[in-house]
Nanobody
Framework: QVQLVESGGGLVEAGGSLRLSCTAS????????MAWFRQAPGKGREFVAA???????DYADSVRGRFTISRDNAKNTVYLQMNSLKLEDTAVYYC???????????????????WGQGTQVTVSS
């Protein structure tokens, strides 16, 4: 069993930056594909970014070039660096994990087994 805990959310002005963290306990993350999803008010959950156990990166078009996902397996932590934030980035951000790997553009379609409880990101004008 894997427990995921997100942190780093908050209120930021448009154009600003935030870094989210997701720390896992229970099992090592090195054999897992890790991802970030988000859910805005009144909308469904959407894929944001993923990093496979082999180092493949996958990004949603809406965040590519602004967000960077990274992982530190020694710390059992995955990060999401968010720059140039926009009002439409406001959402609850969730960390997810699934054992196994993926290639670019397929990571988003994996069936993630483990989810965190989410952290709120609010971008103001």
């Amino acid at each position: 069993q894997v427990q995921l805990v997100e942190s780093g959310g908050g209120l930021v002005e448009a154009g600003g930056s935030l870094r989210l963290s997701c720390t896992a306990s229970g099992r090592t993350l090195s054999s897992h594909t890790m991802a970030w999803f988000r859910q805005a008010p009144g909308k469904g959950r959407e894929f944001v970014a993923a990093t496979s156990r082999s180092g493949t990166l996958d990004y949603a078009d809406s965040v590519r070039g602004r967000f960077t996902i990274s992982r530190d397996n020694a710390k059992n932590t995955v990060y999401l660096q968010m720059n140039s934030l926009k009002l439409e980035d406001t959402a609850v951000y969730y960390c997810a994990a699934v054992q196994g790997t993926c290639i670019t553009n397929t990571c988003r379609g994996l069936r993630y087994d483990y989810w965190g409880q989410g952290t709120q990101v609010t971008v103001s004008s």
